[in-house]
């Protein structure tokens, strides 16, 4: 692709390289001279904040930007990454006026197809997130399909979504047009720099150490590719990225070659095709992908691999079938280069855990392009407002465990994470590479009882049990667990059920100060008596929630939190933070102590079988908590619920966790109780209308519109974070209502929109099939003041169905049954 690297456009025009030594300091600079950086250079600029020092080892442009396809889409699989993605589409499409840079910006809109029902399924979805985010999409049949594009063989194609206004732009001069735009506002920008390291002091990064001595910085950010996982391990700073060799062909010459011809995508073969000077590039997504290490990577720049038409020919094959003309022109060129990917296949943006002030912008999964502007607005916003100003759950930079930063893990899940993009994107789709290496004390005695596990954070945990282990059938409708789930749930609902909840974060707060800790942090008053649990959220400094956990207060001086899985490595760094400088330390116990979950009417009456404790509600009220004797030791015994049933979380010693495991197990034969995973959990806490962190709730969420205003206490003394956002007149930003469809047969899962009286009024954030209330039930978002009377429906796939809308859970609103 010669064009992508053509110098006729040049960034030494603006850039600082020949004026002289680095400035001495900067109060931001940024790692890397790609798309990406010179984004979020010029979006800083744009925002107020022109003392950038922008840092590229090479030139512009000359890491992954150089080869990416240039592929811009409006539309995405959620409804924050189609914000992000839509507000980059049309950014780009006046930045080339903006920088007096012809970006070759060509809209010609991109066409996805589909060969099997469920491939159908999901374009149907994204149709529903495009059209609830503002881009225009349709079907189209088989005689518009080829109207569209003359050259393609429609055999086998069951749908094909157009999105008109998608495009193509040269990424190469996206990156120098940003780069100008940020030079003109005031940002240094410095070509053939290297930065060696990172410099941090007491916690925080106060520079770069490069090939041409330090700089001082107030804030670091690593928008480095490939390279920023080495980079941000000089300061023990876990970002778990992998380079793999990425491809994409160009053909000779072909007639009907033209630019209007829209961006195709044969997902279900793995490949896209594109117009490209009156010729095609065919990318591919291979499900097979080749890592590379990055010792074996050349850092001057362009780097590239030699050709592998072998392992390209399977993707070739399809599509020459396909595009018969992609055949008969035959091949010119093979670029094979290098770009990075992250274990779950979403990018990495944030601060870190481990050090304040350093931020990423990494990993894009060949989405680079697709995302640049929007990173670039987000981030820099973040940065200047300390908290993000959108919902970054998803790409949150401290999502992953640490350990999914070791190299030979990266190495075998990446092997299947390049595909990934293009591959069926099922609901609760489980990777297969990287699975077993994080196992709970209890994992033999689960999967001796049939447990299928999944995996979340690097950890294995039972998502459902099936003795037979049949095979897992996915589907954006009713999946093979689909029944076995049913059964767990209405045994937790009408018996009783043990659950294997040792994935979940478990902190020890302790010390002098450890009250002080906990108040500072959290928004509930948590000076309470001695074992008493409390349901509490983390704010950040705008008010929006990073947390929620239960904290239960274990003697004066000692504290318990216990968080969702997922945040396990985000709440250690949140505490922490709280506790430097303090007589308070923070331990990670989550390995320490295995917890098993006793839920349902009968949970009472198994623990009385399996322990001479008295369980009694007066005994143990909801929400107490206590040290008990249990099978042949002692466990803590913690009387909480996500289920909405009686319920109560053992904490055992993992030493001690198939004792107390076989104990409970035994002691329930009798009233026949079952194993229920992480699926029937979730079906459980959805027909409740608990809160999912990351779904129904996030870092743009206050506590009064998230419907959880009874966590916060504006009367203790402690000043906690986010308390000045969230005090006073606080306007509320949506309401959240509970939903369920009236026909048994539809799921829902999230961002489905949600009407009333016809009129688009807001989505769903999270939901599942109520096996106890006979339909699927779910959270929604609707405008503050919106009427709950009129005629509501959902949109599922290309269906409305009519709703239920309740300002209250439909299942024990007032919720007396954990409490009983």
């Known amino acids: ?217 107030d804030t670091v950010v690593l928008a480095a590719g490939l390279w920023t996982r080495d980079l941000a391990r000089t300061a023990d700073v876990s970002v778990p990225l992998y380079a793999a060799e990425h491809v994409h062909v160009r053909t000779n010459p072909v007639e009907g070659s033209v630019p209007t011809l829209p961006i195709l995508r044969d997902l279900d073969a793995s490949y896209y095709i594109r117009h490209e000077e009156g010729r095609f590039l065919v990318g591919a997504f291979e499900p097979d992908g080749k890592p590379v290490a990055v010792r074996d990577i050349s850092s001057g720049g362009f780097a590239e691999f030699d050709a592998d038409w072998e392992h390209f020919e399977s993707v070739r094959v399809q599509a020459e079938r396909t595009v018969p003309a992609v055949q008969r022109a035959g091949f010119e060129r093979f670029l094979n280069a290098p770009e990075s990917f992250t274990p779950d296949a979403n990018f990495l943006l944030g601060e870190t855990g481990e050090v304040e002030g350093l931020f990423v912008a990494a990993g894009m999964n060949s989405q680079g392009i697709i995302f640049a502007p929007g990173i670039g607005r987000e981030l820099a916003a973040w940065i200047l407002a300390g908290t993000p100003q959108f919902d970054a759950s998803a790409v949150d930079a401290r999502r992953f465990s640490r350990h999914q930063d070791n190299r030979r893990y990266l190495h075998d899940r990446t092997r299947e994470g390049l595909g990934r993009l293009y591959a069926m994107h099922w609901p609760n789709l489980q990777m297969s590479t990287g699975r077993n290496v994080r196992r709970s004390p209890l994992h033999h005695r689960v999967a001796a009882l049939g447990a299928v596990f999944g995996e979340i954070n690097g950890g294995e945990r039972a998502n459902w049990y099936d003795p037979a282990q049949a095979p897992v059938e996915y589907s954006y409708r009713r999946a093979s667990w689909f029944e076995h789930v049913a059964e767990e749930h209405r045994a937790a609902r009408e018996n009783v059920v043990l659950f294997d909840l040792s994935p979940f974060a ?136 996500f289920t909405g049933e009686l319920g109560y979380e053992i904490y055992v010693s993992s030493d001690l966790a198939e004792n107390v495991y076989d104990a409970l197990w035994d002691a329930g034969q009798e009233l026949g109780v079952r194993p229920a995973g992480y699926f029937a959990l979730d079906s459980l806490r959805s027909e409740k209308g608990f809160r999912h962190l990351g779904h129904d709730i ?85 405008a503050p003041g919106t009427p709950l009377d009129g005629t509501w ?11 239920e809308v309740s300002p209250k859970p439909f299942y024990d609103p007032t919720g007396s049954r954990m409490r009983g």
């Open 698 to 782: 996030g870092p743009v969420d206050d506590p009064k519109s998230a419907g959880l205003w009874f966590t916060v206490s504006l009367d203790k003394k402690a000043d906690f974070i986010g308390r000045a956002a969230i005090s006073g007149d606080l306007t509320r930003k949506h309401r959240v209502v509970y939903v369920g469809i009236t026909d048994p047969e539809p799921l829902l899962l999230h961002d489905e929109t949600v009407y009333r009286d016809g009129t688009a009024v807001g989505r769903v954030t999270s939901g599942n099939y109520g096996h106890s209330l006979g339909g699927a039930v779910g959270l929604a978002v609707v």
């Open 506 to 641: 478990k902190v020890f707060v302790e010390g002098p100060e450890a009250l002080d800790v906990v108040q500072r942090t959290f928004t509930s008053d948590l000076d309470v008596p001695l074992n008493r649990a409390v349901y509490t959220l983390q704010l950040n400094e705008a008010g929006g929630i990073e947390l929620d956990v239960t904290v239960t207060r274990l003697e004066e001086s000692r504290f318990l939190v216990v968080a969702p899985s997922a945040t396990r490595d985000k709440t250690l760094s949140i505490l922490r933070r709280a506790a430097a400088g303090t007589a308070a330390a923070v331990f990670d116990a989550t390995s320490a102590f295995a917890t098993i979950s006793v839920n349902g009417p009968n949970a009472r009456r198994l623990l009385e079988n399996a322990s001479p404790e008295d369980w009694s509600d007066e005994a143990q009220p909801f929400l107490a908590g206590r040290w008990v004797e249990i099978a042949d030791g002692y466990a803590y015994a913690l009387r909480v619920s």
């Open 1 to 217: 692709m010669e064009r992508m690297v053509d110098r006729t456009i040049s960034a030494a025009a603006f850039t600082d390289s020949a004026h002289g030594p680095l400035p001495a300091r900067a109060r931001v600079v940024i790692v890397g001279g790609g798309v990406v950086g010179t984004s979020i250079a010029h979006h800083l600029a744009e925002a107020g904040e022109k003392d950038v020092l922008l840092l590229e080892a090479n030139v512009l442009g000359s890491g992954t930007t150089w080869h990416a396809a240039g592929l811009v889409n409006g539309a995405r699989a959620s409804t924050t990454l189609t914000q992000l993605s839509k507000y980059s589409r049309d950014f780009y499409t006046r930045l080339g006026d903006l920088a007096d840079v012809d970006l070759n910006w060509v809209e010609c809109g991109s066409l996805s197809m589909a060969r099997t029902d469920g491939r159908v399924d999901e374009l149907h979805y994204q149709l529903n997130v495009a059209q609830q985010g503002g881009v225009e999409a349709r079907f189209l049949d088989e005689k518009q399909l080829l109207e569209q594009w003359p050259l393609v063989n429609p055999a086998g194609v069951k749908a094909a979504l157009l999105i008109p206004g998608d495009g193509t732009i040269n990424p190469g001069y996206a990156a120098i047009a940003f780069g100008k735009l940020a030079h003109a506002a005031g940002v240094q920008i410095r070509e053939g720099v290297r930065v060696e390291s990172l410099i941090v002091k007491d916690g925080r990064a106060v520079g770069v150490r490069t090939s041409q001595g330090d700089v001082e910085a």
């Open 793 to 803: 429906e959902v949109e599922v796939g290309p269906t409305r169905y009519s709703i």
